[in-house]
């Protein structure tokens, strides 16, 4: 049972991961948009 614990507790901190490096990405590139349309 431990066992089955940490492989889901692994599988559940690269999930969140995944989803703060995706948000963090669109985010970068709404900024980018935003950076470009104030130059523009």
């Known amino acids: 049972r431990a066992v089955d614990l940490s ?3 692994l599988i559940s ?3 969140n991961k995944i989803i703060m490096t ?3 990405a ?3 590139h709404i900024g980018g ?3 470009l349309k104030l130059y523009l």
Do not use: K
């Open 7 to 9: 492989s889901e507790y």
């Open 22 to 24: 995706s948000s963090e």
């Open 26 to 28: 669109i985010r970068h």
């Open 33 to 35: 948009l935003v950076l």
């Open 13 to 15: 901190s690269t999930h």
